[in-house]
């Protein structure tokens, strides 16, 4: 069994449904008001791996 390949941020709020679209996610992201791991997190494309924590208004979602 091979590991999955990493999920970009922008990509995983979307499929999440943290955000609507790409654009969205690109905005909230760069504002600082994503956090990954606890931490912000401004890059859209950093590379989520399983067991990282997104979190943003309130809402977290984690990668399986």
């Not at 969205?24 to 008001?33: D, L, M, P, T």
């Not at 399983?50 to 977290?60: A, E, L, N, P, W």
């Amino acid at each position: 069994m091979t590991e999955r390949e990493p999920i970009r941020l922008d990509q995983f709020m979307k499929r999440a449904g943290m955000v609507q679209t790409g654009g969205e996610a690109k905005v909230v992201i760069q504002s600082g008001q994503v956090t990954l791991n606890g931490e912000v997190e401004v890059r859209r494309s950093k590379k989520l791996y399983k067991g990282d924590v997104v979190c943003y208004q309130g809402v977290s979602a984690t990668v399986d």
